[in-house]
């Protein structure tokens, strides 16, 4: 990675209108191990805690994090000639105080490339040595003011909303263009929702809205000015799931599906149960791609320790995955080990998936706040005697202090 610039006075001088956190160059921070991550700004509050505690160890790693979206995160790692990171990176204390400081003029190249969607979905190719590692699974839906009498949308009645807009297809009670909402063509959660409905992404209509903030307050607006039952939009769950008292989640009755399905098993829930299963489908597994040598594995030593955490690799102590399990649960994220279902394209056919190490005891503790009764507790000493499926336990495998399948 290229070695960090300082940022000259006059271009500092320059910046005078920007925020006051960002006035300090991160090349001044003499911050140890850096590590740039670029793209999906869905996933920033994950990164942020892994970066929390990655910054806390011995000897530390820093992530410099720059959202911008997920095409131009895996654009970074395409055969598409990328353009070094400026402007401004958030950086994160051992303490979990988030900062920001000013990227050198020249640039950064990017470590790993975030992403929510498949390098495909933005018309990309990796470039060569370069791999695409699993991540946690974000959930997205339709959301509307909670007060309406909608509580599902069908993958038809989408299509239509979207594809053609209010003025040519009425469906209701979408009947009014400006309050159909929509995000930016290279966001992640535009892409998913439009493989989701069959709408290519260039094609969806609708108002945009620049970020999932102005999305909940679009949704708040159009419901003050008395077009709660005609406004909708998008959503991941990790910002549905803050703002469950303002927004009403709908659910999705996908193609070939006789009803329509929450993410989760009880509207109050947390579980992602019907993600997890593949009864919800608009969902999407996060994507980290860095270069790799002929082994498949990160040649950057401290890419590898950020990737471990952020896809909660097997290799990692129990403790350690169960911190990480926790920060991805508590976030509305699925960890790869607690999925049930996988596919190899934008919302595309699913195929039954077995994780290495099963972690779902472990999710459903930090999602829920208790693990299902067939979740026993077990240690590597007891094992034997506690995962034994004769007395109730769901597997053999003790993984993150439960009993798992494997």
Sequence with gaps: MPAVLATSVVALLASHAVDARAQTACADLSLANPVVVAGSTTIKPFIAKVATRLAGQSPPVTIFYKGNSSCEGVGAMSTTASVPLTGTADYFSSSGVDSTCTLPAAGLAVDIGASDVFAATCALTLASGHKDFRGPTITYGFVMAPA?????????????????????????????????????????????????????????????????GAMVSSIAVAATNGNAEAAIGILSADVYDVNKSSLKWLAFQAYGQTCGYLPNSTASSFDKANVRDGHYVPWAAEHFVTAVDGGGHATNPNVAKVLDLLIVAPSLTDDVAAATIDAAATGSLIPDCAMHVTRTSEVGPLASYQPTRGCECSYLKSATGSAPADCKVCTAANAATACKTSAGARGTACNYGYCEAQ
Excluded at 168 to 188: F, K
Aim: hydrophobic residues 45%; negative net charge.
């Design 148 to 212: 309406v009498a909608v509580d599902a949308i069908s993958a038809e009645q989408a299509y239509l909303v979207y594809g053609f807009g209010a003025v040519s297809n009425e469906v209701e009670p979408w009947t009014n263009d400006a309050v159909i909402y929509r995000r930016g063509a290279t966001s992640g959660t535009h892409l998913v929702m439009s493989a989701a409905i069959g709408v290519p992404s260039v094609k969806v209509k609708g108002t945009d809205v620049a970020s999932s």
